[in-house]
């Protein structure tokens, strides 16, 4: 019951009422503060030639630590709506374009009416939550599944193709959505970001990036280098002309050397004199 309570509640920051709508960007790992809740990731992808197919968004996924998002219950499927519609708010330049979940089934394709319970999460959850749209999923050869985002299309039999789900083949090429357990304990600094807000929080839809100090320190140092480099030159510079001319200072040429000699030689004949 927490969690779903967390999720409504995330769900509802994200663009609450009274609120702006804080911008989900695409690659950009989002999740709570206090490292109670899951995290997720929208990859989208403006270019055709760049989407993936279920296989590779899902080891693009696990390759992070996380899975091809898999969704327990009605409050995370909101949720995951709330941040779509973020990511895709009007004016961004997003396009049509379909996301893979970690829902799919394996085997050939059956098309009898256990169709629909053949499919499983990839990332292993037992979670009996479906939203399929009208007459899906359609089996066959589609075996992998998709949550619909096609704002602009027109609507079908189940209304806009938004948000309900979608069986496809796997090798089509879609967006994909991570979902990443809460890291109790980083070990490693990564960059994440993190909606901040809790009951009794004064702001709202504040977003905090967490780096490590090392990343910091990168960032700071690299463009300082071409300064750092100016002014070794000018002090190596500065420092060559007060030597030379120290140099100069204290030398003394033979021809002043044997001035001298002869001056004094003649100052003691005379004084003999």
């Known amino acids: 019951m927490s969690r779903v309570v967390s999720l409504l509640l995330g769900a509802a920051l994200l663009c609450g009422h009274g609120a702006f709508c804080r911008r989900v960007v ?3 790992k989002v999740c709570f503060a206090d490292f109670k ?12 030639s760049s989407r993936v197919s279920f296989q590779e968004a899902r080891l693009a996924c696990e390759s992070e ?3 091809l998002l898999s969704l327990e219950n009605e409050a995370e499927q909101k949720l995951i709506e709330s941040m779509l519609q ?4 009007p004016g961004i330049g997003i396009s049509d374009s379909d996301f893979w979940i970690g829902l799919w089934r394996n085997g050939q394709g059956q098309t009898s009416g256990a169709c629909p319970d053949l499919y ?4 292993g959850s037992s979670s009996q939550y479906r939203n399929w749209y009208t007459d899906e999923p359609s089996c066959g050869s589609e075996k992998c599944v998709v949550m619909y985002h096609q704002p602009t299309a027109n609507p079908g039999l189940g209304g806009p193709y938004l948000y309900q789900w979608n069986d496809d083949r796997c090798n089509m090429k879609h967006n994909y959505i991570c979902k990443y357990e809460p890291e109790i304990n980083p070990t ?4 994440k970001t993190y909606f901040t807000n809790q009951p009794g929080d004064t702001h709202q839809n504040v977003v905090v990036t967490e780096a490590g100090i090392i990343p910091n320190l990168i960032y700071v140092v690299i463009p300082t280098i071409p300064l750092l480099l100016l ?3 000018a002090f190596g510079t500065c420092c060559f002309q007060m030597l030379h001319k120290s140099k100069g200072r204290t030398k003394t040429s033979p021809n002043q050397s044997t001035l001298w000699i002869s001056k004094s030689t003649r100052k003691e004949s005379g004084m003999e004199v």
Not at 38 to 43: E, H, P, R
């Open 37 to 48: 809740h899951l995290c997720y990731k929208m990859a989208y992808f403006h270019e055709l």
């Open 26 to 28: 695409s690659g950009q």
């Open 86 to 89: 973020n990511l895709t708010k």
């Open 120 to 123: 499983q999460w990839s990332d």
């Open 188 to 191: 490693a600094p990564v960059e």
């Open 65 to 67: 630590g996380g899975a």
């Open 231 to 233: 002014i070794l030159v």
